[in-house]
């Protein structure tokens, strides 16, 4: 049961332009979302979160959005730099428990 | 603190062996996630644990599996007997319960079953 969902397996863009990463959900009581960056060989960190009564939260180059009527929530890098280049998951969680993750989206940012 | 620490970092073993894999959360934190990372589902939620008590193994995929938090500061997954399909990478997470912080990862175990 796949409560989380990144449909994208990949994503590729041309550095200094936009990456939009894109996850949906189908629990309803999640009220805490994470976006995670995964490099090879290293366990995932944590990029940024975001809380349901918030519908966008900006650190740096990296934006996430929600919309919770849709159960969904995005991620946007902008300007996209190469070291961006990693796997980057959605996480949903009810009250901080049982932390459900999504299959990831590879992101390739070419020079 | 030295942050979530797993052992070992990689481990090679024959089908139909027991394997057991280690970590040591970050002290203070009262949750504990095992993941197992494969293709198809990315971070898969195995079991999670709060102040040491199992509260979700939906995710233990067998009766092979099994895990254990006898204490605040250690947990073990088991999977015997093992199988070639078990090979993944396995992590290991810890956080605060109830705060709406990040969890925080270990760098897994890479198990290949032959």
């Known amino acids: 049961d796949q409560q989380v969902k990144q449909n994208s397996p990949s994503l590729s863009v041309q550095e200094g332009r936009i990456s939009i990463l894109n996850c949906d959900y189908t629990n309803s009581m999640f009220d805490y979302f994470l976006w995670y960056k995964k490099y090879p060989a290293e366990g995932p960190t944590f990029l940024i979160s975001i809380s349901s009564i918030k519908d966008k939260n900006e650190d740096g180059r990296f934006t996430v959005f929600l919309n919770k009527s849709a159960k969904h929530l995005s991620l946007h890098i902008v300007p996209s730099q190469p070291g961006d280049s990693a796997v980057y998951f959605c996480?949903?969680?009810?009250?901080?428990?049982?932390?459900?993750f999504g299959a990831g989206t590879r992101l390739t940012v070419k020079p | 603190d030295a942050g979530v620490i797993q052992s070992p970092r990689h481990e090679v073993t024959e089908m139909g062996q027991e394997v057991t894999l280690r970590c040591k959360p970050i002290?203070?934190?009262?949750?504990l996630f095992w993941y197992r990372q494969t293709m198809m589902r990315g971070l898969e939620l195995l079991i999670y644990f709060n102040n040491n008590v199992p509260i979700d193994d939906s995710g233990m995929p067998e009766d092979r599996f099994s895990a254990k938090m006898p204490n605040a500061s250690f947990s073990t997954l088991k999977i015997q007997p093992s199988e070639p399909r078990d090979s993944a990478v396995y992590f290991c997470a810890s956080t605060l319960t109830g705060t709406h912080t990040e969890a925080f990862f270990g760098q897994g175990t890479r198990l290949t079953v032959v």
């Open positions: 996480a949903a969680s009810e009250g901080n428990n049982d932390m459900r």
């Open positions: 002290s203070g934190h009262n949750s």
